[in-house]
């Protein structure tokens, strides 16, 4: 681990939530580790990015782990309960195993038709291995945010 810091960007455009809002145990007591969630925007929140330069190390068409240089490793969740969907509406653009830059199209989806089969369309954005003291949200919650903005600073 390095002691320089990581800045997480939005994988999603939408609107920043808190975690412990997401309608999910796990994620919203902070079980699998600190983040943040984004409701995704309705026109532009289907484009999913890496949210830095990494190795994708795990990837389901629902969610993706990707790791970066320094060994921190990031969750980030499609919707609540889409893992039920077997990969249907999700369209992956990397495999496993591959690296990416930051911004690089991993996954494309449709939030709203996610939403209309009565899931939350919801994407937590979790610093897996991370303390809550070392990861800052750098967006309040309710406000509208681009993919590949700022959205987590981690230190440590």
Do not use: Y
């Amino acid at each position: 681990m390095t002691s320089r810091s990581l800045v997480v960007l939005a994988p999603v455009s939408g609107r920043v939530v808190d975690l412990a809002e997401v309608d999910d145990p796990v994620f919203s007591a902070g079980l699998v580790g600190p983040g943040i969630a984004i409701t995704p925007d309705a026109a532009e929140g289907g484009v999913v990015v890496a949210p830095f330069s990494g190795t994708i190390v795990k990837l389901h068409p629902h969610a993706f782990v990707i790791t970066h240089e320094s060994g921190r490793a990031v969750l980030v969740h499609l919707g609540i309960n889409t893992v039920q969907l077997g990969g249907e509406g999700f369209a992956l653009h990397v495999a496993q195993g591959d690296v990416v830059d930051q911004g690089t199209v991993l996954v494309t989806w449709d939030p709203a038709a996610v939403q209309l089969g009565g899931r939350s369309p919801v994407c937590p954005v979790v610093a897996l291995e991370g303390t809550p003291d070392a990861v800052a949200q750098l967006v309040p919650s309710g406000v509208a945010v681009g993919r590949g903005a700022e959205l987590l600073g981690w230190q440590g």
